[in-house]
């Protein structure tokens, strides 16, 4: 029986239903049959290619050079103390500083399991440093200007001791290790170190540091010291859907009486391949960032004003092209930052880059 819009029962001959059902019914399959064959071919078989041809476009399974070139900019513009926003002071809140750091990676893979980098980070950052001296003059400081230059380098080595990549599915392991040498400029850092001599000077021991959000040591270009660098990453990819994860450890050495703290960050999360095809991917990632550094240590003492731990979340997305180019961008939201003393912490965080496989 058919049913027109009105209800009534449309009667048709049992013979003329049977047979326009059998149609209607093949019709159907053969359809679904056809939908089905174009998926498993086209959205299994050509997909898992991309996927594979996207690792090896981001370095993962190939030798020869890779050169990167990367941006990350963040924009400190909220006045803390002790973790909460604070309105004690307005003169102080109108400090900011935005940071943009380049970074330049000409990488060397020998095999799949070794490679070698070179990081050449520069750096540009505009500010308004707004702070109380604590040491003759006294008064409020207000300082507006910008610096640029090149930072601290580093060299760092990769090993790869779990690497399983089959079409369906992989896993990728890699550790890393270097060594960040003091190529920046360090003169706002000396600036901070001789107001502190100062201090102590005038007051004896104990730490007399300047009260506001922005600190000289927040613009210098190079931290004077040799510091290591350790990390690793690990990724599981199955089907369209990856689960990667890295963390880094940053161990900092004394240099010219000062010394900033060590620095842990993981990041990572879930992700989805959302377009596929032969020539290029692209992927959605909910990434997650937890940072924490300790305080630094400015003539044997604690700096009071420095250390955080903050948790960030955000997108990443991934694009792939051939088997050479992968570009990403990515925003950082911070869910958390708690801060030691006054500090001005980040609103936000944009990252990207662009590497091509030779």
Not at 185 to 199: K, M, P, V
Request: proline share 5%; charged share 15%.
């Amino acid at each position: 029986m058919f049913t027109v819009s009105s209800g009534t029962p449309l009667p048709l001959n049992p013979l003329k239903q049977m047979i326009m059902l059998i149609r209607y019914r093949s019709a159907f399959f053969l359809l679904a049959t056809l939908v089905t064959l174009v998926f498993a071919e086209f959205g299994r078989a050509c997909d898992l290619c991309a996927i594979y041809r996207a690792t090896n476009a981001k370095g993962e399974s190939a030798s020869g050079f890779l050169l990167t070139a990367s941006e990350q900019f963040t924009s400190y513009g909220t006045f803390q103390r002790e973790g909460e926003p604070y309105h004690g002071n307005p003169q102080f809140e109108q400090a900011y500083l935005n940071s943009s750091l380049t970074h330049i990676v000409p990488t060397y893979n020998f095999s799949q399991e070794f490679g070698i980098s070179l990081n050449v980070p520069i750096l540009y950052r505009s500010f308004r440093r707004v702070q109380f001296e604590a040491v003759p003059p006294f008064g409020i400081e207000d300082e507006t200007g910008t610096v640029s230059g090149l930072s601290d380098m580093s060299l760092i080595g990769r090993w790869t001791p779990l690497h399983i990549s089959k079409m369906q599915y992989s896993i990728v392991g890699s550790l890393f290790a270097g060594a960040k040498f003091p190529t920046g400029d360090t003169e706002r850092l000396d600036l901070e170190i001789e107001q502190e001599r100062q201090g102590q000077a005038l007051f004896g021991p104990g730490h007399n540091h300047p009260i506001g959000g922005i600190h000289q040591h927040d613009l210098t270009l190079g931290s004077g010291s040799f510091d290591g660098v350790f990390g690793g990453a690990l990724t599981f990819r199955y089907d369209r859907w990856f689960l990667g994860g890295q963390g880094q450890y940053y161990l900092r050495t004394e240099a010219n009486d000062y010394k900033f703290g060590d620095e842990i960050m993981i990041s990572g999360g879930p992700g989805v391949y959302l377009l596929l095809s032969k020539d290029y991917t692209l992927s959605l990632q909910a990434n997650a960032v937890y940072d924490t550094m300790a305080q630094d240590e400015v003539l044997g003492i604690n700096n009071t004003e420095t250390g955080w731990t903050a948790w960030y979340f955000g997108p990443l997305i991934n694009f792939t092209w051939t088997d050479s180019l992968t570009a990403n961008i990515g925003v950082d939201i911070p869910l958390r930052i708690y801060n030691h003393g006054f500090q001005t912490v980040p609103d936000y965080r944009i990252h990207g880059g662009v590497s091509w496989r030779f």
